[in-house]
């Protein structure tokens, strides 16, 4: 007898799968096929994860699984499934999740499927019977002269000439009409955006060398390291190789993934490839509807695409014979996911592409200290045509009144006589970043977290930027009923409104969460922007991804030490890329280009470092600074957060919880209980784990927490944990 080891996809944390099922003779499994099966008094899907001969339970006590689902999955992702959720403190039926077919969901039946359409044609027989007598009805007639132009969906056939299934299958049973169910694709939309000619091009040196190292790896079967770091300026061609790259493994049979920061930033990354290798290539993003996702995924599935372009969650798409794995702007925090399993894309894309054999691309302008360390490096220093990288010069705020230093007034004047085009980055939304009375000094705070509200002007509003509570605007303070009440800061909707006052008739177009999250609101405009002969683009970091806008002629950061001034260890590495990634926003066509930065500490290291575009020297320092600590790359950090409703429970279990780790992992190093402001309503308690042991220091932190989450103390409190947070 066949027995199936199956896991069920269900939210419990508590259950320890696998299962066996009795495999009936009528269902064609494997492991990954995605079952219906009893579980409990309930049905679930149940992803199988092996196969065997025996069970431990006895033959008749062993159920059947109801049915089976259409897709499946290719048995190696069943394993990263598994591996991620081991890696990153979760269960095995979230891990499974990420692998599975979009939409399935973890309900009892899949909530997509692959769409067919009933289409009619006419057959020899039909065509003969149109003109040699036979007896046809008319509304048989009128059906049959329409098909004689080629076949239809039967329903628009239906619709447009009249009559109804009974007459086609009349037809159908006379011979005269063949009837099929034919499978539709759901296309997800292409928005080319980027002007610039989509062929291939000639390689430069750089190019071909870097394009070179990447085809001696792919064709060396027994490379024990096939990792790769691009480290190549801003405009130096990296897609270009990628580009090179995914065409070799194509030639050889063998397929490819790209990832990609965020699609809605980058449409001319994927646009880009999707114009160099057409239908070979599938785009999967969020975005995009439940059935054009499904259906994108069945065509890798199938092998029809070979060529997957998205972000972080394309690292799990169903590929076989992977060769490549690309990760573009590898710095981008956006591959860590949020939710459960928080895990780091650029890390799953090492596990994958280490068991499948492929190798692993990762590029960047401002590459992470991880893999400066880590990868191989391959260096294009020189902007493609040897354009230089633009001058940048910081200036301090200190002293200055208003949001703009004079410089950066002159410089955005210059732009709008010479009627060019410049981007300026704020990376903070709203009007002011908070309100407080000029009378009594009251302060408006969320209900639900320890911040301030911000204001948004044209919504009438004060929000919170960290769990959405917005209520309206005060006109007088709440307090003391003054009418006098302050706005404090300055956000990029401000900026928008003096950069209109300051630099009018020049268009200026705002970027932002607030003004259009989707896909296509941010891809309308960065069209517009493009479309433009001059113009400035202002917004969050948004405006920093890896736009190439060839007439770009000034960048401007405000504001850039704020990320200095979080108490964070990666804040250095953030704001050196932030500054070094929208400087190479400017200056990528024959105008040239500066860059004006904007700080109250100019003489930060990390900005001095980001103006003279030296990304070895900041991660020389950087490396440093980060060993003397054991930060990573130097060990592994895991993040722990313990959080109640009321103060006390939450810091009494993460001491607890902190002890017992401690004992667990003698190596480890661990810092808290330490308190972190309120947020969504929830009083939080922090302790931060370090190893150089990961596997180990991983386990004890999930012992741990399952331990103290099952007794009593833990009744209120809520467990989050985060392995490689960012
Ligand atoms: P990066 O990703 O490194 O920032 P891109 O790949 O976007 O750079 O390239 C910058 C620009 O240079 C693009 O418009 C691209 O089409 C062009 N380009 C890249 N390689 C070449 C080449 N070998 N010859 C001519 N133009 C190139
Ligand atoms: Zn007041
Ligand atoms: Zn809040």
Partial sequence: MEIARVEPLTRARALRGPFDYRVPESLDVRPGSVLVIPFGRRRCLGVVVGLTESSDVPAERLLAPYSMLEADVPEPLVELGLRVAEEYCSTPARGLALVLPPGTGTGATARTRSRSLLTASITATGTAALVDGTRLGARQQELLGALANGQRPAGALLRERGGTHTTLRALERRGLVALEQQAVRRRPPIRPVGGRSAGPRVLSADQAAAFAAVLALLDQPDAADRRLLLHGVTGSGKTEVYLAAVAAVLERGRSAIVLVPEIALTPQTASRFQQRFGDTVAILHSQLSDGERYDEWLRLRRGEARVCVGPRSAVFAPLEQLGLIVIDE?????????????????????????????????????????????????????????????????????????????????????????????????????????????????????????????????????????????????????????????????????????????LAPLEVLRLDS?????????????????????????????????????????????????????????????????????????????????????????????????????????????????????????????????????????????????????????????????????????????????SASRSAAVRAVREAVETTAAEPISGPVAFAVDVDPQ
């Fill in 330 to 502: 590898e710095h981008d925090g956006s591959y860590k996911q949020e939710g459960d399993p928080r895990y780091d894309a650029r890390r799953v894309a090492e596990l994958r592409a280490g068991a499948a054999g492929a190798v692993l691309l990762a590029g960047s302008a401002t590459p992470r200290p991880e893999s400066w360390v880590a990868f191989p490096r391959l260096s294009m220093p020189d902007r493609v045509d040897s354009l230089p990288l633009p001058a940048v010069e910081v200036v301090g705020m200190a002293g200055i009144e208003g949001a703009l230093h004079p410089r950066t007034v002159d410089a955005l004047a210059e732009v709008r006589e010479r009627r060019s085009k410049a981007i300026v980055m704020l990376n903070r939304r709203g009007w002011s970043n908070f309100l407080a009375c000029r009378d009594c000094g009251h302060t408006w705070g969320c209900p639900n977290c320890d911040v301030t509200l911000v204001l948004h002007q044209a919504a009438g509003r004060i929000s919170c930027h960290h769990c959405g509570h917005s209520q309206a605007a005060p006109r007088a303070c709440s307090e003391c009923g003054s009418v006098s009440v302050g706005r404090h800061g300055i956000g990029t909707e401000r900026l928008e409104h003096e950069l209109d006052r300051l």
């Fill in 514 to 690: 607030d003004t259009g999250s989707g896909r296509e609101a941010t891809a309308r405009l960065l069209e517009r922007f493009e479309a433009l002969d001059a113009g400035v683009l202002i917004g969050t970091q948004m405006v920093a991804k890896g736009h190439d806008f060839p007439d770009v002629e000034l960048g401007v950061v405000l504001d850039a030490d704020a990320t200095l001034r979080f108490p964070d260890f990666r804040a250095e590495e953030r704001t050196f890329s932030l500054v070094a990634q929208l400087a190479g926003r400017s200056g990528r066509g024959p105008g040239g280009g500066r860059v004006l930065v904007q700080a109250l500490e100019p003489d930060a290291e990390c900005l001095r470092l980001a103006a003279a575009h030296d990304a070895p020297a900041f991660l020389a320092a950087e490396l440093e600074r980060r060993a003397a600590l054991r930060y990573p790359p130097f060990g592994d950090l895991i993040r722990v957060v313990c959080s109640s409703s009321e103060r006390g429970p939450e810091l009494e279990v993460a001491t607890l919880l902190a002890e017992r780790i401690a004992a667990l992992a003698p190596e480890a190093t661990i810092a808290g209980p330490a308190p972190l402001f309120r947020l969504k309503g929830r009083e939080r308690s922090q302790l931060l784990v370090k």
